[in-house]
Each structure stands twice: as C-alpha cells, then as structure tokens.
Nanobody, 114 residues
Framework: QVRLVESGGGLVQPGGSLRLSCAVS????????MAWYRQAQQQRDMVAII??????TYSDSVKGRFTISRDNGKNTVYLQMNSLKPEDTAVYYC?????????WGQGTQVTVSS
C-alpha cells in the first residue's frame, strides 16, 4: 500500500522559514517524480516538482524562495521554504504519480502570519 506522510508545517512569521518533509512507503521511491502542491481555497496548485534525475520545476510564485529536494535513501522528499509570505498560507500536499495514478498525503498546514 502506497503511503505518503507530510510533516513540518506550522505557524511562522513573514520572512521566516520552514522545511516540509514527505515520507513515502509501500513503493519504490527513487524512480518516480515527486511534487509538492498547496491548497488555500478550492484549487490545488503545483508548487514544485523533482524528477528521478533531480531536475526541478517551480511555480513562478515560489521560484527563488523554495527548494525541493529528495533523499532516496530515506524515501523522503523535502520542501525548504524561505522568505515566507502571508500568501504562502495553505495546506501543503506531496504527490507521487505511479502507473498513471496519483497518490497524495494527508497534507500539512502552513500559516504565515504576524
């Protein structure tokens, strides 16, 4: 059974930093593209993607502030978030696509507020 578990969210002041983690179990990890999404209202938007070759893609809204990385030995993908803004407030989800199916974690809340 594929399972994704996010952690690391919380309350942070504007300009602060957080690092999110997503631990994956139940499937080989290194061969799959991993992604972070966030949902503040009804739409879930892509934040960052990292593929098996470590190529990365970022949304324009986080480029230069967020960094996605992965540790294949720990089956974990990370999202380092710096210079956080109130508009980064959202529930953050990680996603794995395997054989055409998307697997999601339960999400972790990030709140940026003074």
């Amino acid at each position: 059974q594929v399972r994704l578990v996010e952690s690391g969210g919380g309350l942070v002041q504007p300009g602060g930093s957080l690092r999110l983690s997503c631990a994956v179990s139940g499937t080989p990890f290194s061969i799959y593209t991993m992604a972070w999404y966030r949902q503040a209202q009804q739409q879930r938007d892509m934040v960052a993607i990292i593929d098996s070759g470590l190529s990365t893609t970022y949304s324009d809204s986080v480029k230069g502030r967020f960094t996605i990385s992965r540790d294949n030995g720990k089956n974990t993908v990370y999202l380092q978030m710096n210079s956080l803004k109130p508009e980064d407030t959202a529930v953050y989800y990680c996603k794995l696509n395997r054989f055409g199916l998307d697997y999601w974690g339960q999400g972790t809340q990030v709140t940026v507020s003074s």
